[in-house]
C-alpha cells in the first residue's frame, strides 16, 4: 500500500511539474509574439488595413517605431522593399516586403507612398503602429507619385483628401515623345477605396510640419589650393567661375563641429528644363586646424580637398548627412562614409534646414 501512495506521488510531482514547464513555455511565446510580432500576425494586421483579400495582399508587415531614436531614421528602397534603418546600422525594419514602384515619402505629414502589384498604397509612419493601406486599385499608370509640381504624376492632396491625375502645360499630345504615356494617363481613372477615402478624410485634420527656412552663407574663410581652379576672372558660359561672391563663405554644421565652404561651382547648360544648370561645390573645414576634407570623405583631412556638391542631406540631429561620389549615394558621419544601395527616400523627421541659400545654385546659365 505504501508503495502504490509513493508510486502516485511521484506520478503527481512529475504531471506538475510537466504542466509548469508547458505554462512557462506559452507565456515564453506569449512575450516573444508581443515584442516581435510573428509574420503571420502582421501579414493579418495588413490585410484587415488595406481591405485586401489574402491573395492580393502585398508581403508587407505592421511596423513601430516608437522605441527608436525617430530623428535619425533613415528611409530606402531597394529591391527587397522598404526599409527603415538607423544611422549605424545596428537597427534595421523592413517596412514593405517585395520591390515597390515610384516610392516616395512625404516628411511633413510623415506618410510613405508606393506602388505594388499595381495598386497605390501608403503606409503613415506618423502612427504609433503604422500597417499599409490600398488608396486605390488599381494605381494609375503614371511615371511618378507627388504631393507638389509635376508634370505627369498621381497627385496625392491631404488638404482635401483627393487623389488625382496632375498633368503640366506641356504634358499635352503634341509631346511626341511621350505621346503614349500622356494618353494612357488621360484615360485613367482613381479607384479610391473604401479604407483609403476614410484616412484621406482622417488625414486632413493632421498638421503638416513646417518646412524648415533655407540658411544663409557665414562669414568668409581661408581657401583650400584647389579653389584656385575656380577663381576665374569673368562669368563664361559652362566655365566654373565663382562669380556670384559665395566663393569663400562657409556655413557652420555645429552637430559635426565642422564647416561647409564654398570654393566653386559646376556648370552644365545644356538644356532649358531640369535642375538649375550650376551648382555650388564645397568642401569640409575643421575650424580648430584650418585643415579641409571632402564631403564623401570627412576622415580624409589635409590642406587640400576636393571639392563636390554642396547640400549635404543632414539628419535632424546634424551629426549624419547623405552625399554622393560618382553616382553613388554615401551615409557619412564624423567617423566616415558607408555606401548605400537602393533608393534613398530620406529622414524621417524633417532635417534642421533642407538647404543653403548659395549664390552660385544659379538658376540660368551665364551669359555668353
Avoid at 507619385?145 to 498621381?154: K, M, R, V
Avoid at 532649358?272 to 580624409?300: M, S, W
Avoid at 567617423?335 to 544601395?341: F, I, S, V
Wanted: hydrophobic residues 40%.
Amino acid at each position: 500500500m505504501m508503495a502504490y501512495e509513493l508510486q502516485r506521488l511521484v506520478v503527481r510531482r512529475v504531471a506538475l511539474v510537466a504542466a509548469g514547464v508547458v505554462l512557462l513555455g506559452i507565456l515564453a511565446i506569449f512575450a516573444y509574439a508581443l515584442t516581435r510580432r510573428s509574420a503571420v500576425r502582421s501579414t493579418l494586421a495588413v490585410m484587415a488595413a488595406s481591405g485586401a483579400p489574402w491573395w492580393r495582399a502585398p508581403g508587407s508587415y505592421a511596423v513601430e517605431l516608437q522605441g527608436w531614436a525617430r530623428d535619425s531614421i533613415l528611409l530606402t528602397a531597394d529591391a527587397s522593399g522598404l526599409v527603415a534603418r538607423t544611422v549605424d546600422g545596428g537597427r534595421r525594419v523592413q517596412l514593405v516586403v517585395g520591390a515597390v514602384d515610384r516610392p516616395i515619402y512625404d516628411a511633413t505629414h510623415g506618410l510613405l507612398w508606393y506602388a505594388q502589384h499595381e495598386r497605390l498604397y501608403v503606409l503613415d509612419l506618423g502612427a504609433a503602429r503604422a500597417a499599409p493601406v490600398l488608396v486605390a486599385d488599381p494605381a494609375p499608370p503614371l511615371p511618378a507619385i507627388s504631393w507638389g509640381a509635376c508634370d505627369l504624376c498621381i497627385h496625392v492632396d491631404i488638404e482635401h483628401a483627393t487623389v488625382s491625375i496632375t498633368f503640366d502645360d506641356y504634358a499635352d499630345p503634341s509631346d511626341f515623345d511621350r505621346q503614349a504615356e500622356i494618353a494612357r494617363a488621360r484615360s485613367a481613372v482613381v479607384q479610391l477605396t473604401p479604407a483609403g477615402r476614410d484616412l484621406l478624410q482622417r488625414l486632413r485634420a493632421r498638421q503638416s510640419a513646417p518646412w524648415p527656412p533655407s540658411i544663409t552663407l557665414g562669414p568668409e574663410v581661408a581657401l583650400p589650393p584647389s579653389a584656385s581652379a575656380y577663381r576665374q576672372p569673368g562669368c563664361q558660359r559652362d566655365d566654373h567661375a565663382c562669380c556670384d561672391n559665395g566663393c569663400g563663405h562657409a556655413t557652420a554644421l555645429p552637430a559635426l563641429r565642422l564647416e561647409l565652404v564654398v570654393v566653386g561651382r559646376r556648370c552644365t547648360c545644356a538644356g532649358e528644363f531640369g535642375p538649375p544648370p550650376c551648382h555650388a561645390l564645397c568642401v569640409l573645414r575643421d575650424p580648430g586646424t584650418g585643415r579641409f576634407a571632402p564631403l564623401a570623405d570627412p576622415t580624409k583631412w589635409g590642406a587640400d580637398a576636393e571639392p563636390t556638391d554642396c547640400h549635404p542631406n543632414l539628419d535632424e540631429p546634424g551629426d549624419a548627412y547623405i552625399t554622393s561620389r560618382a553616382d553613388v549615394e554615401l551615409l557619412c558621419t564624423r567617423a566616415g562614409c558607408e555606401p548605400l544601395t537602393g533608393e534613398i527616400l530620406g529622414w524621417l523627421t524633417l532635417p534642421p534646414w533642407p538647404n543653403v541659400d548659395i549664390p552660385e545654385d544659379r538658376d540660368a546659365c551665364p551669359e555668353l
